[in-house]
């Protein structure tokens, strides 16, 4: 559940209240009891990313790290042989049409 920040347009009282997303924004300021109270909009909390890009709250079965983790060597095992070819045997370098001259 979010914390949001409250501020009342009549006293100026300012304060935090922990609610539900689903809750209806509060309107009676508790310091003066005038509906004129507003919610402030924040920055929000802050997504915290830990590894490959999942929240940090994230949690993944032992079973799916490993088939992930023997994916990830399979892909680099095949990408660093395939580079390693390409990179043994140079291309040849194309050459230029022969036969300068106009065949009359």
């Keep these: 559940m979010p914390t949001y920040d409250y501020v009342c347009d009549a006293c100026g ?12 924004p509060q309107t009676d300021c508790p310091g003066c009891a005038k509906p004129s109270l507003r919610r402030k909009i924040g920055p929000g909390a802050a997504i915290l990313f ?7 709250t994230d949690y993944r079965s032992d079973s799916y790290k490993q088939a992930a983790k023997a994916d990830t060597s399979a892909k680099a095992a095949s990408s660093g042989d ?4 390409a990179s043994s045997s140079p291309s ?13």
């Design 92 to 104: 040849p370098a194309p050459s230029a049409p022969s036969g300068g001259g106009s065949a009359s």
């Design 50 to 56: 830990k590894g490959s890009g999942f929240y940090q």
């Design 82 to 85: 395939s580079s390693k070819a």
């Design 13 to 24: 009282h300012e304060f935090e209240a922990f609610e539900s997303i689903k809750a209806d």
